[in-house]
């Protein structure tokens, strides 16, 4: 299948394939009909999809079954009035029906916003006007569902809620129910409700350090461009298991999970389970399932190598790599000393697909993020949009954007033109990551020009978590930051200035951090609260988050 959208697929050094490697995007790409409907027509029982729970719950699906359960679940949303252009809010972790729901989406021609199930009732509201959502379909979470019937009158272009599984409450429609009413028959649209590769197909909600998260969206031919994640990053196999660690809510979803992976044959594992992670079960999951290809953020991989490895049989991996956030030098080297299998890191956004990794033709460096992806025109720039020499730390950019738009970038910040304006200038779009090019073209991150926490994997705005705690009475204000964690990378800290009347005390640090979870998504939380009597701000007034965070790094 992969052969059908590279004209050269074999690339004799990596100078090779960052010369000549080559995408075909055929007018009017769809993913659903183009390969998953291309792979069933090929061999309808190829497999595609193994669902594991937290017990010994096992499911598999093939090509043709998703054909015929995606064409049924398309059937089901036209009925409600869904169509082309319409924007769907998908909650539904990592059960079947997420890779069901997307691939009848697409079908359709509507947009797919994928979410997490931790949203609370202000977060569902702010996606439902902001993106002027038409539905949602999400599982059976009790929380979940009391949130959204918390604000569904406040959300005038939200017309129905459809949930996977349980007790449905009173207006929410059961979609296995109503779903199965329907045929596997859904013909490819014709005429005005085809989909364009310029269509919208994909957003995702980013948090930032300044405003509400912002709306990346992106188009048909976003799905092409991953080709490069599976092929030559993840290097997944035609018939070999790929296990990702990820929810689909986030974006790493479309990284590892359905589409790169799909085009290019390999069978994805939906790790389906609940609660704390366990990497007991899951190291024995993997030796269960042998998977040929694993990724996951370095918080799981930082559990892995405290766990006794050599009880475990990992021989099946050929290939892990790792994403979310840099990588410690030492997981590195802990995790080859254990299992043989050096770690590869890549990076990208929500916003790309990969467009730096440690691809084939050359050894990774432990604690460089490797090489530019042939995909997209990039390099680092200065201040004022001039290259860095090599060592000199500058901003990640792709260039050149009035030649070649390349699949995987965003369209744009949907309804946010001061975003789009800080991203997009000079026919480049600014990362707004900053990193450094050694002598021999590696890759070394070295952070976010903005705010944005990394913490085991997710992204966390100050903003949001500042404004939830500047809701509870004995906050005067607060500064939210990154501080270092040996386990997570990174943690939320919140340092605080108590309005007067108010103590320090690890009574109030508590309940700071529980009115936190209450007031947002509970991962949001703050690890660390510490009470000031005043924050760092510069003349004009802005608090100084960067001095906060070198005072933690020094400490």
């Known amino acids: 299948m992969v052969e059908k959208f590279l004209p050269r697929m074999e690339f004799d050094s990596y100078e090779d394939f960052k010369e000549n490697y080559r995408l075909n995007i055929p007018e009017g790409f769809n993913f ?193 461009g991953h080709i490069t994640t599976a092929h030559y990053w993840h290097q997944v196999q035609d018939g070999g298991l790929h296990f990702v660690q990820a929810d689909s809510g986030w974006a790493k979803f479309g990284w590892g999970k359905i589409y790169g992976q799909w085009i290019c044959g390999a069978v994805i594992v939906a790790y389906d389970v609940e609660g704390r992670f366990d990497p007991h079960h899951l190291l024995t999951t993997l030796e269960r399932l042998r998977p040929t290809t694993f990724c996951a953020p370095p918080t799981v991989y930082r559990f892995l190598i405290k766990e006794d490895l050599s009880k475990y049989d ?105 975003a789009n304006a800080a991203a997009f200038y000079n026919n480049m779009y600014s990362t707004g990551d900053t990193a450094w090019r050694d002598s021999e073209g590696y890759i070394w991150f070295v952070g976010r020009n903005d705010d944005v926490i990394k913490c085991s994997g997710y992204r966390i705005g100050p903003f949001e978590v500042e404004s939830a705690l500047l809701t509870h009475p004995s906050v005067l204000e607060c500064a939210v930051t990154a501080a270092p964690d040996p386990v997570r990378g990174q943690v939320v800290k919140a340092t605080v200035v108590l309005a007067r009347g108010y103590q320090a005390s690890d009574a109030l640090k508590k309940e700071l951090q529980n009115h936190v979870k209450k007031e947002t998504a509970p991962y949001k939380y703050p690890r660390i609260v510490e009470f000031v009597d005043e924050l760092p701000k510069t003349l004009s007034g802005k608090i100084k988050r960067k001095q906060i965070r070198l005072e933690d790094q020094k400490s």
């Open 314 to 418: 990992l021989s099946s991996l050929k290939r892990c790599t790792i994403a979310g956030e840099p990588l410690n030098p030492e997981v590195f080297n802990q995790f080859k000393k254990a299992t043989g299998l050096e770690l590869a890191e890549g990076f990208g956004q929500s916003e790309t697909t990969v467009i730096i990794a440690n691809f084939p033709w050359f050894p990774p460096k432990p604690g460089s993020t490797g090489k530019f992806s042939p995909l997209y025109d990039l390099d680092i720039v200065d201040e004022d949009g001039n290259p860095c020499e090599d060592g000199i730390v500058g901003t990640i950019v792709v260039k050149n954007l009035d030649k070649y738009r390349p699949a995987g970038l965003l369209v744009e910040y949907r309804g946010d033109p001061d």
């Open 32 to 224: 659903a009909y183009d390969v998953i409907d291309g792979w069933a027509e090929q061999d309808p029982d190829k497999p595609a999809l193994v669902w594991v729970d937290g017990g010994h719950h096992e499911k598999r699906l093939s090509f043709g079954d998703l054909s015929r359960l995606s064409s049924q679940a398309a059937c089901f949303y036209q009925s409600l009035g869904i169509q082309k252009g319409d924007f769907v809010m998908l909650v539904l972790k990592q059960r079947v029906e997420a890779w069901v729901c997307m691939l009848a989406l697409h079908r359709l021609g509507a947009v797919v916003i994928p979410a997490t199930y931790q949203l609370m009732p202000h977060d569902i509201e702010y996606r439902c006007n902001k993106a002027g959502i038409r539905m949602i379909t999400c599982v059976d979470e009790p929380e979940l569902l009391y949130n959204i019937q918390q604000v569904r009158s406040q959300c005038p272009t939200l017309a129905h809620v459809a949930v996977v599984g349980g007790e449905i409450p009173d207006g929410f429609l059961d979609f296995r129910r109503e779903a199965a009413k329907f045929g596997f028959s859904f013909p490819r649209p014709a005429g005005e409700q085809a989909t364009r590769n310029d269509d919208l197909m994909l957003g995702y909600f980013t948090s930032g350090t300044t405003g509400m998260p912002k709306l990346i969206v992106h188009n048909f031919t976003y799905p092409l």
